[in-house]
């Protein structure tokens, strides 16, 4: 049974998507919207912000960066990166962010990817965005230093002012008007997601697909109260990660839709976090569920006044039911779930606003959108029962960057995406995420995909067979990778490298949140006839060990 929104169906506006945030760019209002958290004098409001948006997209111009290449972002989150995005997406290029924590391989895998046209770097992250850069082969003269306060070049890399348009010329520029089918086709962004097995992946996302997704989620957020925007004076906080969906589309484009002031933290310090809450009387949270583990167990929680929280959003990760009843108690805010992936743009099921009844539950879901359960045979399943999540939706992804077999294997025929979550449906048309197929572990919300630990073990040179698997830690409510590991010594009693050893080696070649942090047990990999890793089975060992 296909299962359907709850919602009726909406209007999706077949536009660009600066037409769709500005309309046509005149009278905006000049209201603090992106604030930086510790100095709030440092701000741009939607006028300012436009101004800066097509003066980058004038300096693209300048700089001869064509329609469709790609711009990429190595960066902590500051406001300047809101413009960074909507600058380049409006101007018909593509915008990619890359994880701040990423060592330079990482980071260089992604730039070649992408075959990154202009780097836009923290000044902080510059050596490793050099290094980087040399081994994707992008030359010096494709960096530019981008940080919210203007640098003197260094070795010759400038200050991403430098290239941008006047404020004059920026006055008379017109960016690329576009709708219909082209709306529907045009590539806005870039960013990675290992789907539903393997290394990560470019997930391609339309001007349609981000409009959509917008739309889909302020109606969601507004059907207890009519009208986008509700009877009361919001504010954010910008924590989540402008380099990734979830952050993307809460504080830059609802931001802008529902003319939220956002204000904008660079680095998480839980102290901070809730100084920020404190200072600025913030409405409401966007998190993953880390932070309510934090706000559930810290002694900090209670030195912060954190009355002015009215709801809390939570997603990326499973909440445990119980988690989300004691934070509930302990701040007054209301939690709304929301389960999402990064090949839906961003969001696909959420708690509407005010109804929060079914604890546990991930909501329902979004406008112009529907769901089916299918079992192992890919049989669809009767209410009450798992099955994996398909969806089918305006806001579901065209593709893959440059990997048509992926594409294929995840965006099937009639539009349905494939999850890889295992899923429960209710009457109503409520969901339970229970399990999930697919390869990925998540943590601190954050994807790490066993095969690209898997590939990296396997270069050690004590090592002959590894797999990867997350194992749950209840503490912490987090998963965390394990990896089990073949030596190549034959002597058990002598592997030729410790398990302490693997764990220190693997720190120095990737972010700190693909750490093994879940440990490394020595053992045979546990593989089918063909040679693939049982995930299964590892699944079963990893459950057996987080119990004892
Ligand atoms: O691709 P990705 O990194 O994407 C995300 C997006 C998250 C959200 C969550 C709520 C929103 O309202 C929203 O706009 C965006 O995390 O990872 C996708 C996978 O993360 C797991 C699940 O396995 C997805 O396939 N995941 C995401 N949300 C939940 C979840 C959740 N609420 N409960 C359980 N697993």
Same mark, same amino acid.
């Given at each position: ?29 000049? /209201? ?8 709030? +004098? ?6 300012? &912000? ?49 994880? *701040? ?46 940080? /919210? ?21 920026? +006055?008379?520029?017109?960016? *690329? ?88 933290? &660079? ?45 809390? +959003? ?32 961003? &969001?696909?099921?959420?708690? *509407? ?40 939706? *305006? ?70 067979? &590894? ?60 593989? +089918? ?20």
């Amino acid at each position: 049974m296909v299962i359907r929104s709850p919602y009726p169906n909406i209007n999706i506006p077949e536009v660009d998507i600066l037409t769709f945030l500005f309309g046509a760019g005149e009278d905006l209002p000049e /209201d603090p919207l992106w604030i930086n958290a510790t100095d709030a +004098s440092l701000y741009l409001s939607q006028h300012t &912000a436009l101004q800066w948006i097509k003066r980058l997209a004038i300096g693209l111009d300048t700089l001869g960066v064509k329609k469709g290449d790609v711009v990429m972002i190595v960066t902590p989150n500051h406001i300047f990166v809101s413009v960074a995005y909507l600058g380049t997406v409006g101007s018909g290029r593509v915008f990619s962010g890359a994880n *701040p924590s990423y060592t330079a391989d990482e980071m260089s895998y992604q730039m070649q990817d992408l075959d990154a046209r202009i780097v836009l770097v923290h000044p902080s992250l510059l050596d490793t965005a050099r290094k980087a850069a040399k081994t994707a082969n992008i030359s010096h003269d494709r960096l530019y230093i981008f940080s /919210d306060v203007e640098h003197q070049p260094v070795d010759g890399i400038r200050d991403w002012r430098s290239m941008l348009g006047t404020p004059k010329e920026a +006055s008379y520029y017109s960016w *690329p008007r576009v709708s219909g089918e082209a709306a529907k086709s045009q590539i806005a962004t870039v960013n990675y997601s290992s789907g539903t097995t393997g290394l990560p992946k470019g997930v391609k996302i339309t001007h349609s697909n981000l409009i959509a997704n917008v739309e889909q989620s302020a109606f969601a957020a507004s059907v207890e109260r009519p009208g986008i925007r509700p009877d009361f004076e919001e504010r954010w906080i910008g924590l989540l990660p402008l380099y990734h969906a979830y952050g993307q589309l809460s504080s830059i484009l609802m931001a802008v839709k529902t003319e939220t002031p956002v204000y904008v933290m &660079a680095t998480f310090i839980y102290e901070d976090f809730l100084r920020v809450i404190e200072t600025h009387r913030i409405t409401e949270l966007q998190v993953a569920p880390p932070i309510l583990v934090l706000l559930n167990k810290h002694p900090a929680t209670s030195e912060y006044d954190l009355s002015s929280v009215r709801q809390i +959003s939570c997603g990326a990760a499973p909440l445990s039911a119980s988690l989300q009843n004691r934070v509930q108690e302990r701040t007054g805010a209301v939690i709304r779930q929301g389960w999402g992936m990064t090949e839906l743009t961003c &969001a696909g099921i959420v708690i *509407p606003t005010g109804l929060s009844d079914e604890t546990g539950s991930v909501g329902c879901l979004l406008s112009n959108s529907q769901a089916m359960l299918v079992d192992e045979n890919g049989k669809e399943v009767a209410t009450g029962e798992r099955g994996e999540l398909y969806i089918r939706g *305006p806001q579901v992804s065209p593709g893959y960057w440059k990997n048509d077999r992926a594409s294929k294997e995840t965006m099937l025929e009639g539009g349905w995406l494939r999850t890889g979550d295992v899923a429960i449906a209710n009457e109503k048309g409520w969901f339970w995420i229970v399990d999930r197929l697919k390869e990925l572990i998540k943590v601190s919300g954050l994807q790490v995909a066993p095969a690209e630990l898997e590939a990296l073990l396997l270069t050690h040179p004590s090592i002959a067979d &590894a797999g990867v698997v997350g194992i749950s830690d209840t503490f912490s409510s987090q998963e965390k990778p394990r990896a089990y590991v073949l030596p190549k010594s034959i002597d058990p009693a002598r592997p030729g490298v410790s398990a302490e050893e693997i764990e220190k080696w693997v720190r120095g070649k990737v972010a700190r949140h693909k750490w093994l942090s879940g440990g490394v047990v020595f053992s045979v990999v546990p593989k +089918s006839a063909a040679g693939k890793i049982q995930r299964k089975v590892l699944r079963e060992w990893a459950r057996g060990d987080a119990k004892s």
